[in-house]
T-cell receptor
Framework: NAGVTQTPKFQVLKTGQSMTLQCAQDMNHEYMSWYRQDPGMGLRLIHYSVGAGITDQGEVPNGYNVSRSTTEDFPLRLLSAAPSQTSVYFC????????????FGSGTRLTVV | QQQVKQSPQSLIVQKGGISIINCAYENTAFDYFPWYQQFPGKGPALLIAIRPDVSEKKEGRFTISFNKSAKQFSLHIMDSQPGDSATYFCAARNTGGFKTIFGAGTRLFVKA
Protein backbone atom coordinates (compact mmCIF):
# COMPACT_ATOMS: atom_id res chain seq x y z
CA ASN A 1 0.00 0.00 0.00
CA ALA A 2 1.34 3.41 -0.99
CA GLY A 3 1.80 5.71 1.96
CA VAL A 4 3.96 6.72 4.89
CA THR A 5 5.07 3.91 7.19
CA GLN A 6 6.26 4.61 10.72
CA THR A 7 7.85 2.14 13.10
CA PRO A 8 7.55 1.36 15.91
CA LYS A 9 3.95 2.26 16.83
CA PHE A 10 4.71 2.33 20.56
CA GLN A 11 7.94 2.68 22.50
CA VAL A 12 8.93 3.12 26.14
CA LEU A 13 12.41 4.46 26.84
CA LYS A 14 14.34 5.17 29.97
CA THR A 15 15.78 8.62 30.49
CA GLY A 16 19.15 8.87 28.77
CA GLN A 17 18.54 6.08 26.25
CA SER A 18 18.78 6.75 22.53
CA MET A 19 16.63 5.40 19.74
CA THR A 20 15.65 5.92 16.13
CA LEU A 21 12.11 6.38 14.89
CA GLN A 22 11.80 5.08 11.37
CA CYS A 23 9.82 6.68 8.55
CA ALA A 24 9.55 5.44 4.97
CA GLN A 25 7.39 6.58 2.06
CA ASP A 26 6.90 4.92 -1.32
CA MET A 27 5.32 7.84 -3.19
CA ASN A 28 8.55 9.44 -4.40
CA HIS A 29 7.78 12.57 -2.38
CA GLU A 30 10.51 15.19 -2.16
CA TYR A 31 9.37 16.77 1.09
CA MET A 32 9.43 14.92 4.39
CA SER A 33 8.91 16.26 7.91
CA TRP A 34 8.76 15.14 11.50
CA TYR A 35 6.19 16.58 13.90
CA ARG A 36 5.43 15.96 17.52
CA GLN A 37 1.89 16.22 18.85
CA ASP A 38 1.25 17.23 22.43
CA PRO A 39 -2.13 18.03 24.03
CA GLY A 40 -3.16 21.64 23.46
CA MET A 41 -0.10 22.40 21.35
CA GLY A 42 -1.04 20.99 17.99
CA LEU A 43 1.66 19.65 15.72
CA ARG A 44 5.09 21.19 16.12
CA LEU A 45 7.71 20.83 13.43
CA ILE A 46 10.92 19.15 14.58
CA HIS A 47 12.96 18.75 11.36
CA TYR A 48 12.19 18.69 7.69
CA SER A 49 13.85 17.73 4.42
CA VAL A 50 13.33 19.01 0.88
CA GLY A 51 15.23 16.16 -0.74
CA ALA A 52 17.91 13.54 -0.29
CA GLY A 53 20.91 15.03 1.50
CA ILE A 54 19.07 18.21 2.54
CA THR A 55 17.63 18.72 6.02
CA ASP A 56 16.83 21.71 8.21
CA GLN A 57 15.51 22.52 11.65
CA GLY A 58 11.92 23.26 12.49
CA GLU A 59 10.35 24.84 15.58
CA VAL A 60 11.54 22.34 18.21
CA PRO A 61 14.74 20.63 16.98
CA ASN A 62 16.68 20.34 20.25
CA GLY A 63 17.41 16.75 21.28
CA TYR A 64 16.69 15.32 17.82
CA ASN A 65 18.79 14.52 14.77
CA VAL A 66 17.74 13.59 11.26
CA SER A 67 19.37 12.50 8.02
CA ARG A 68 18.03 11.87 4.53
CA SER A 69 20.31 9.55 2.59
CA THR A 70 17.52 8.35 0.25
CA THR A 71 14.28 9.86 -1.05
CA GLU A 72 12.27 7.15 0.71
CA ASP A 73 13.64 7.23 4.27
CA PHE A 74 13.76 9.95 6.90
CA PRO A 75 14.70 8.57 10.34
CA LEU A 76 14.47 10.66 13.52
CA ARG A 77 17.06 10.04 16.21
CA LEU A 78 16.62 10.84 19.87
CA LEU A 79 20.11 11.32 21.21
CA SER A 80 19.49 11.09 24.97
CA ALA A 81 15.81 10.70 25.77
CA ALA A 82 14.20 12.99 28.32
CA PRO A 83 10.69 12.88 29.87
CA SER A 84 9.90 16.10 27.97
CA GLN A 85 10.17 14.09 24.76
CA THR A 86 7.17 11.96 25.73
CA SER A 87 4.83 12.62 22.81
CA VAL A 88 3.24 11.24 19.69
CA TYR A 89 5.53 11.60 16.70
CA PHE A 90 4.27 11.90 13.15
CA CYS A 91 6.19 11.68 9.92
CA UNK A 92 4.69 13.36 6.86
CA UNK A 93 5.59 13.67 3.19
CA UNK A 94 4.44 15.57 0.13
CA UNK A 95 5.25 16.32 -3.45
CA UNK A 96 7.00 19.55 -4.23
CA UNK A 97 4.29 21.79 -5.65
CA UNK A 98 2.19 24.90 -4.99
CA UNK A 99 -0.89 23.00 -3.84
CA UNK A 100 0.36 19.82 -2.28
CA UNK A 101 -0.69 18.79 1.22
CA UNK A 102 0.96 16.26 3.46
CA UNK A 103 0.37 12.54 3.74
CA PHE A 104 0.91 11.54 7.37
CA GLY A 105 1.99 8.27 8.88
CA SER A 106 -0.01 6.67 11.69
CA GLY A 107 2.36 7.89 14.39
CA THR A 108 4.71 6.59 17.08
CA ARG A 109 3.64 6.99 20.68
CA LEU A 110 6.78 7.45 22.76
CA THR A 111 6.94 7.43 26.54
CA VAL A 112 10.15 8.36 28.35
CA VAL A 113 10.29 7.31 32.00
CA GLN B 1 6.07 31.45 19.06
CA GLN B 2 2.80 30.30 17.53
CA GLN B 3 2.52 31.72 14.05
CA VAL B 4 -0.89 30.20 13.43
CA LYS B 5 -3.53 30.76 16.11
CA GLN B 6 -6.63 28.56 16.07
CA SER B 7 -9.91 28.89 17.91
CA PRO B 8 -11.93 27.55 19.58
CA GLN B 9 -10.09 24.76 21.38
CA SER B 10 -13.26 22.69 21.47
CA LEU B 11 -16.66 22.89 19.86
CA ILE B 12 -19.96 21.09 20.38
CA VAL B 13 -22.51 21.29 17.59
CA GLN B 14 -25.90 19.68 17.09
CA LYS B 15 -26.35 17.31 14.17
CA GLY B 16 -27.32 19.32 11.12
CA GLY B 17 -25.75 22.51 12.44
CA ILE B 18 -22.83 24.54 11.13
CA SER B 19 -19.37 24.10 12.66
CA ILE B 20 -17.02 27.07 12.35
CA ILE B 21 -13.32 27.00 13.20
CA ASN B 22 -11.14 30.08 12.87
CA CYS B 23 -7.44 30.62 12.30
CA ALA B 24 -5.23 33.69 12.14
CA TYR B 25 -1.67 33.88 10.90
CA GLU B 26 1.13 36.35 11.35
CA ASN B 27 3.62 35.61 8.60
CA THR B 28 2.73 37.11 5.25
CA ALA B 29 5.13 34.71 3.52
CA PHE B 30 2.61 31.84 3.78
CA ASP B 31 1.18 30.77 0.44
CA TYR B 32 -0.86 27.63 1.10
CA PHE B 33 -3.44 27.05 3.82
CA PRO B 34 -4.60 23.46 4.36
CA TRP B 35 -6.97 21.99 6.90
CA TYR B 36 -6.42 18.53 8.34
CA GLN B 37 -8.84 16.16 10.06
CA GLN B 38 -7.62 13.71 12.68
CA PHE B 39 -9.52 10.82 14.26
CA PRO B 40 -8.31 9.28 17.55
CA GLY B 41 -5.31 7.03 17.10
CA LYS B 42 -4.76 8.10 13.49
CA GLY B 43 -2.52 10.53 11.69
CA PRO B 44 -3.98 13.79 10.35
CA ALA B 45 -5.47 13.62 6.86
CA LEU B 46 -5.73 16.49 4.39
CA LEU B 47 -9.33 17.72 4.23
CA ILE B 48 -9.35 20.85 2.09
CA ALA B 49 -6.87 23.61 1.24
CA ILE B 50 -6.79 27.10 -0.25
CA ARG B 51 -4.25 29.46 -1.77
CA PRO B 52 -4.30 33.20 -0.93
CA ASP B 53 -5.39 34.30 -4.39
CA VAL B 54 -8.84 32.78 -3.72
CA SER B 55 -11.34 34.03 -1.10
CA GLU B 56 -13.40 30.88 -0.79
CA LYS B 57 -13.18 27.19 -1.64
CA LYS B 58 -15.93 24.65 -1.25
CA GLU B 59 -15.75 20.86 -1.34
CA GLY B 60 -18.99 19.14 -0.46
CA ARG B 61 -20.03 20.22 3.04
CA PHE B 62 -16.64 21.80 3.78
CA THR B 63 -15.83 25.42 2.91
CA ILE B 64 -12.74 27.53 3.56
CA SER B 65 -13.16 31.30 3.74
CA PHE B 66 -9.99 33.32 3.37
CA ASN B 67 -9.43 36.98 4.26
CA LYS B 68 -5.98 37.99 3.09
CA SER B 69 -6.07 41.57 4.44
CA ALA B 70 -7.07 40.38 7.91
CA LYS B 71 -4.72 37.38 7.73
CA GLN B 72 -7.53 35.07 8.78
CA PHE B 73 -9.11 31.94 7.39
CA SER B 74 -11.85 29.68 8.61
CA LEU B 75 -13.39 26.26 8.06
CA HIS B 76 -17.15 25.88 7.84
CA ILE B 77 -18.73 22.44 8.07
CA MET B 78 -22.32 22.57 6.87
CA ASP B 79 -24.92 20.01 7.99
CA SER B 80 -22.50 18.66 10.60
CA GLN B 81 -22.74 14.92 11.23
CA PRO B 82 -21.62 12.72 14.16
CA GLY B 83 -19.01 11.22 11.82
CA ASP B 84 -17.42 14.67 11.59
CA SER B 85 -16.45 14.42 15.27
CA ALA B 86 -12.66 14.71 15.16
CA THR B 87 -9.82 17.12 15.80
CA TYR B 88 -9.29 19.73 13.09
CA PHE B 89 -6.02 21.52 12.45
CA CYS B 90 -5.46 24.56 10.32
CA ALA B 91 -1.99 25.02 8.87
CA ALA B 92 0.05 27.45 6.81
CA ARG B 93 2.95 26.69 4.51
CA ASN B 94 5.60 29.23 3.75
CA THR B 95 6.41 30.38 0.25
CA GLY B 96 8.68 27.89 -1.44
CA GLY B 97 6.93 25.02 0.33
CA PHE B 98 9.62 24.18 2.83
CA LYS B 99 7.76 24.47 6.13
CA THR B 100 4.20 23.90 7.26
CA ILE B 101 3.15 25.32 10.63
CA PHE B 102 0.04 24.03 12.39
CA GLY B 103 -2.51 25.58 14.70
CA ALA B 104 -3.17 24.03 18.10
CA GLY B 105 -6.25 22.12 16.93
CA THR B 106 -10.00 22.15 17.59
CA ARG B 107 -11.83 19.15 19.00
CA LEU B 108 -15.25 18.99 17.37
CA PHE B 109 -18.07 16.92 18.82
CA VAL B 110 -21.30 16.64 16.86
CA LYS B 111 -24.24 15.56 18.99
CA ALA B 112 -26.69 13.14 17.41
Amino acid sequence: NAGVTQTPKFQVLKTGQSMTLQCAQDMNHEYMSWYRQDPGMGLRLIHYSVGAGITDQGEVPNGYNVSRSTTEDFPLRLLSAAPSQTSVYFCASSYRGPSEGYTFGSGTRLTVV
Amino acid sequence: QQQVKQSPQSLIVQKGGISIINCAYENTAFDYFPWYQQFPGKGPALLIAIRPDVSEKKEGRFTISFNKSAKQFSLHIMDSQPGDSATYFCAARNTGGFKTIFGAGTRLFVKA
